[in-house]
């Protein structure tokens, strides 16, 4: 059994919130009954449901990996009128959005879906599930100061958990160095914060894995759907993730 409003987002109606507005207004029948209270549970699969006396239609579930480019939003829509990653997407029926984010800047791997019970998978903070970076630094960072890295930093919303950080190129005429990064955990802004507080600041950001999945042969602004092998396969990773098989817990955590 799922909420109403859930199952009504999930099949394309409006995002959740507008569907609970929708609910309340006495605009949605289960059953031919009308229901405007919002904790009802129904069964997608048994219960006949209605908005504006037309029945919903149920939507098939979408995996998307996508090679985001820099200078585009993680949102649906934004105030400011930068271009959305939803953009990217209008000709797809399915109203599909991304699991978590990557900043404007950052560009790289990006999986969308309409299966929200996915999305909350990946990014529930227990899972652990790793994303690897490519990181353009300004200055070659030293060994010792990629250790801190390795062992955790303190940033100001507290200890980063351990990462796998190994130089992947330095130039020494341009003073840059590519510093590869897996991290298992997805704070906001984390990566340039981490490099910050090394006081190597980030020239370019890119997202190169998410689990086991790579972004690589996939052009700049275009996707792909994901295999039903694939979506297993994150599926597992984050639930084995949680349990600590590819991340080394350490103290403190
Ligand atoms: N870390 C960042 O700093 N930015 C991103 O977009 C993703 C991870």
Request: hydrophobic share 35%; aromatic share 6%.
């Amino acid at each position: 059994m799922e909420r109403l409003q859930k199952v009504l987002a999930e099949a394309g109606v409006a995002s959740r919130r507008k569907c609970e507005e929708l609910i309340t207004a006495g605009r949605v029948e289960v059953n031919d009954q009308v229901v405007t209270t919002l904790g009802v549970k129904v069964d997608p699969s048994q219960d006949f449901i209605k908005v504006d006396g037309r029945p919903i239609r149920r939507q098939a579930k979408v995996y998307v990996i996508f090679n985001k480019p820099k200078g585009v939003i993680t949102s649906a829509k934004d105030p400011e009128g930068r271009k959305t990653v939803t953009e990217f997407f209008k000709n797809m029926k399915e109203r599909i959005y991304p699991i978590g984010r990557l900043d404007y800047d950052t560009e790289g791997l990006l999986l969308l879906t309409n299966d929200g019970d996915f999305a909350h998978l990946l990014t529930h903070p227990k899972h652990h599930v790793p994303r690897t970076y490519l990181a353009t630094v300004k200055g070659i960072p030293h060994g010792t100061q990629l250790d801190k890295l390795r062992n955790g930093i303190e940033l100001d919303d507290g200890m980063t958990s351990p990462a796998e950080v190994e130089y992947q190129d330095v130039d020494m005429d341009k003073k840059e160095a590519v510093i590869k990064i897996t991290i298992y955990e997805g704070r906001n802004r984390q990566v340039r914060r981490m490099f910050d507080a090394i006081h190597h600041p980030i020239i370019k950001l890119k997202r190169v894995q998410f689990g086991p999945l790579q972004l690589s042969g996939l052009p700049r602004g275009k996707f792909r759907h994901l295999t039903p092998q694939e979506v297993e396969e994150l599926r597992n990773e984050a639930l084995s993730a949680g349990g600590g098989k590819t991340h080394k817990i350490q103290k403190g955590e």
